[in-house]
Structures are given as C-alpha cells and as structure tokens.
Nanobody
Framework: QVQLVESGGGLVQAGGSLRLSCSASSSRFSIDSMGWYRQAPGKQRDLVAVIIRAGITNYDDSVKGRFTISRDDANNMVYLQMNSLKPEDTAVYYC?????????WGQGTQVTVSS
C-alpha cells in the first residue's frame, strides 16, 4: 500500500506560479511512474504530466512549456512546477503513483487561477 499526500495548491492570479509536491510512503515494490492529473468541475480526470523511473517525461499539450514535472526517488517525492498559470488550469490536482501491481492516488489539492 502506498499513501500519497499532495501539498502546494492554492489561489493565484493568472500568469503566476505554483509548485505542487507529492510525498509517497515507502512501498514494497518500486514506484515505476509518478504523475499529476487534474479534474475540473463537471469534467473527467485528465493527465497533466507523468515521469517514469528513467526520468522520461510526458505532458499534456495544454501545459507543455509551462509546467515541469520532476521526481526525487531518494525521498519518494514528485513535484509539479506550474508557471504562466491560466484560469483554465483551475482544477483539483491529483498525484498518482504506479507500481507493478497497483495504482495509487492522493486526495487531491485545489488549484484556482483567477483572471
């Protein structure tokens, strides 16, 4: 069982920045990939960015060039640096970790971008 705890959400003006953090509890199996998803009201949960153990990253087109995902394997942390935020980035952001056996989700953190 892996427990994920997100932090760093909040209210920011358009054009501002936020940094989300996600801490993962220790896992019997190595965490192969970690990622960030977001869900706006009335919409499905969508991928924002993912990073695998080799450091390879993938981003949704809407955040490329503005968001950066990174991970600290020694401390089981994953981060999402969000710059040039837009009102359409407003959503609950969820951390996700995947091992060979299971997928785990955090409780989510609210990001609100005002225009």
């Amino acid at each position: 069982q892996v427990q994920l705890v997100e932090s760093g959400g909040g209210l920011v003006q358009a054009g501002g920045s936020l940094r989300l953090s996600c801490s993962a509890s220790s896992s019997r199996f190595s965490i192969d990939s970690m990622g960030w998803y977001r869900q706006a009201p009335g919409k499905q949960r969508d991928l924002v960015a993912v990073i695998i153990r080799a450091g390879i990253t993938n981003y949704d087109d809407s955040v490329k060039g503005r968001f950066t995902i990174s991970r600290d394997d020694a401390n089981n942390m994953v981060y999402l640096q969000m710059n040039s935020l837009k009102p359409e980035d407003t959503a609950v952001y969820y951390c996700r970790a995947r091992t060979v056996l299971n997928t785990y989700w955090g409780q989510g953190t609210q990001v609100t971008v005002s225009s």
